[in-house]
């Protein structure tokens, strides 16, 4: 169960962290319109993009462990 528990935090911080890196670029490029969140700031997303990429390098970290 532990193992599955990692498994699934890096598939959700993985999820977040190309969301949030896809609304950043589409805001910075100037393609408002396609971000997925139109109104964020960007240091909202880049906030949100560490914070996901620090989730995955400890489930990663913690499931490396497990084996």
């Known amino acids: 169960m532990p193992k599955l528990l990692?498994?699934?935090?890096?598939?959700?911080?993985?999820?977040?962290?190309?969301?949030?890196?896809?609304?950043?670029?589409m805001g910075v490029s100037g393609n408002a319109g396609l971000a997925p969140f139109k109104y964020s700031d960007p240091i909202v997303d880049v906030v949100f993009a560490v914070g996901s990429g620090v989730l995955g390098f400890l489930?990663?970290?913690?499931?490396?462990?497990?084996?």
């Open 6 to 25: 990692c498994i699934i935090a890096l598939v959700i911080s993985l999820l977040v962290f190309v969301l949030f890196l896809l609304d950043l670029i």
């Open 59 to 67: 489930s990663f970290t913690t499931l490396r462990e497990q084996v």
